[in-house]
């Protein structure tokens, strides 16, 4: 269970190195990356390499999930959703202000449905609580705690065959017969954050925030691995894998900030520390499955599977210590020049206690820079260039074969130049950016010694052009929407890369290989018309140009352009909602895990919901 962002060509969310809880990492597990909305005030999304702030980062940028806060006027949300595929939602959300120095919040959720897939469902269920505590003017202390369950059937998706996704119904699910017994999973995540503010002065400000976190992880799942086309009708061989971990995170970030001019100078300046661990308990098997649970790929006919993998891939302990130090300086010159300068170290150190081999271990010392420029002509434009480093550790496990070593961190250089446009009083924004990304230090084998340790001088390069729009248009319509060109590729590579096919397939150089699931152009508009009387409508599309499903680039996900709409209404405390998605009901693919795992999109969909408001 989990999400998947993909920001300028990079996967933002694999092993949560992209993603954020209020500022602070949630500690990567690829399988887990989950979040819910139903505790969230707004999500934000930074572009480009973030480790000045918030150290290992994904390269192409990060996500950040901001929880709500408790605040001073006393009121209740709760709201109720009904929609295709018998999916029902109830949420809960009750504000009370206790008195000024004190202010609560509970949010609550109960969601689940089938889906669109074959075989597919889904229970969650999640409690978040808040509180404000303000000990006077200088002093607030907020307090966070969630847990979120998640029950689910895990879905692989469908293969490609000559060059395409299958010709099959969307449908189509290829696992085992009983998925809800061998085919799922469930996940317990529960967090607690403490966050202390105290403005010292004026012109000074101290923040701390603690943050610990507990996961506990179970994931069964039957999965394609190879397409046969040696057999009467094409056939899919089937692997099966099983996953468990208990993971425990302890963070704590300290940041001290300070305003003041010097030599005319304007400063406002920032230093912190930061200090995270991370243990992680697991246990994973894997193995592919006898040719008897083979399956047609046009005529599937589910089979019971075994339930556990006959070989053990991992089983001990993963802890990670992380040290990061920074400072930052945002000077302003003037009224129209403004320049960042920041600098972080981290120190990484990682420990692998082995239970069924060798026990590993690595220590990394990597500083990241950055460095920006804005030049704000008048009032309603600006100019700005910008360059930073950040680093990535390569894996969740850090231990690759061959080699039997923990690799060093990637390295990101980012480099971006734009522009901001604030038209018609400030009612309509524009935006403009140019950006190329290199991540350097990628494993690539040795060529002298191909069965020997990895190189690490593998690279990919990302380059792009980036277009938004937000804002009203007057008369009641206002839209956002953005552009994007982007040229994601292996720009350096030892390796050598063939789809998992039989007959073998003639493998081909990786260097020159577009990344996967970045599509060159891709598109979003969204408008909504004030009706009057309370009544608003929306009308969307989406566009995402072709993509490859892996890096084999071997199975093209094709072009696809669809529609979405919104019918909206508020009406006192009351407010009505009715979503439809994929109004043509166009057959298209979202995304892929790789050649034999893709996901195809939802066909039409409808969702009704309906709020009420307590004041």
């Given at each position: ?67 709500k ?68 003017d ?22 490609g ?22 085919d ?40 394609i ?25 302890l963070?704590?970030?300290?940041e ?41 790929v ?28 920074y400072?930052?300086?945002?000077m ?13 170290e981290?120190q ?15 220590e ?21 260039l ?30 971006e ?46 380059e ?28 350096q ?30 598109a979003?508009?969204?408008?909504v ?34 529609l ?52």
């Amino acid at each position: 269970a989990g999400d998947l962002f993909f920001i300028r060509g990079f996967n933002a969310t694999d092993y949560g190195y992209g993603l954020l809880r209020d500022g602070l990492r949630v500690q990567g597990n690829r399988y887990d990356t989950s979040s819910e909305p139903y505790g969230l005030e707004r999500i934000e999304v930074f572009r480009g390499p973030t480790s000045i702030l918030y150290g290992e980062n994904a390269p192409g940028g990060v996500v950040n999930l901001v929880s709500k806060r408790p605040h001073s006027q006393a009121q209740t949300d709760l709201a109720a959703s009904l929609g295709s595929y018998d999916a029902r939602r109830l949420t809960l959300d009750v504000n009370q202000p206790l008195n000024e120095a004190v202010q609560v919040r509970i949010n609550a959720m109960a969601d689940e449905g089938d889906s669109y897939r074959d075989e597919v469902w889904y229970k969650k269920h999640g409690l978040a609580l808040a509180s404000t505590l303000r000990f006077n003017d200088d002093v607030t202390l907020d307090l966070r705690a969630q847990h979120l369950a998640d029950e689910r059937v895990f879905d692989a998706g469908i293969p490609g065959i000559n060059g395409k996704p299958a010709d099959v119904s969307r449908s189509t699910y290829y696992g085992s017969a009983n998925p809800g017994d061998n085919d799922s999973g469930t996940s317990a995540d529960s967090t607690f954050q403490a966050d202390l503010k105290v403005d010292l002065s004026d012109s000074l400000q101290l923040r701390n925030t603690l943050s610990y976190r507990t996961l506990d992880l179970e994931r069964n799942q039957t999965t394609i691995n190879r397409l046969l086309l040696n057999t009467a009708t094409p056939t899919v061989r089937l692997s099966r894998s099983n996953f468990d971990s208990q993971q425990t995170d302890l963070a704590n970030k300290l940041e001290l900030s300070k305003q003041v001019d010097w030599l005319g100078i304007q400063h406002e300046l920032m230093v912190g520390a930061e200090y995270a661990i991370e243990e992680r308990d697991t246990l994973s098997r894997g193995s592919d499955l006898p040719a008897a649970y083979n399956q047609s790929v046009y005529n599937p006919v589910l089979k019971s599977v075994p339930y556990s993998a006959a070989s053990v891939r991992r089983d001990g302990i993963y802890e990670t210590h992380t040290a990061g130090y920074y400072i930052q300086d945002l000077m302003r010159f003037n009224e129209h020049w403004v320049m960042l300068l920041g600098l972080r170290e981290d120190q990484l150190e990682r420990d692998f206690d082995n239970r069924v081999g060798s026990d590993y271990s690595r220590e990394d010392d990597y500083r990241s820079p950055r460095a920006g420029l804005v030049y704000q002509p008048n009032d309603w434009s600006s100019y700005y260039l910008s360059a930073s480093r950040s680093y990535q550790p390569g894996s969740a496990t850090g231990v690759i074969d061959p080699g039997n070593a923990i690799q060093p961190p990637e390295i990101t250089t980012s480099y971006e130049l734009g522009s901001k446009l604030r038209l018609n009083d400030g009612a309509l924004e524009l935006g403009l950016s140019l950006f190329q990304i290199i991540k350097e230090n990628v494993p690539t084998r040795d060529p002298s010694d191909p069965n020997g340790p990895s190189l690490y001088v593998g690279e990919i390069t990302a380059e792009g052009v980036e277009l938004s729009a937000l804002g009203d248009l007057g008369h009641g319509l206002s839209l956002q929407g953005g552009l994007t060109y982007l040229d994601a590729r292996v720009t350096q590579s030892n390796n050598t890369t063939a789809p998992a096919i039989t007959p073998t397939q003639p493998a081909t150089p990786l260097e020159g290989k577009r990344a996967a699931n970045a599509p060159r152009f891709s598109a979003t508009l969204w408008g909504v018309k004030e009706l009057g009387n309370g009544w608003r409508v929306g009308l969307g599309v989406r566009h995402q140009g072709d993509s490859f499903a892996s890096t084999t680039n071997a199975v093209t996900l094709p072009a696809y352009t669809v529609l979405d709409a919104g019918l909206f209404h508020e009406r006192g405390p009351w407010a009505f909602a009715l979503n439809a998605r994929n109004l043509g009901n166009k057959t298209y693919y979202e995304s892929a895990t790789n050649d034999l795992g893709i996901l195809p999109g939802e066909p039409r969909s409808l969702q009704f919901s309906t709020s009420y408001r307590f004041e």
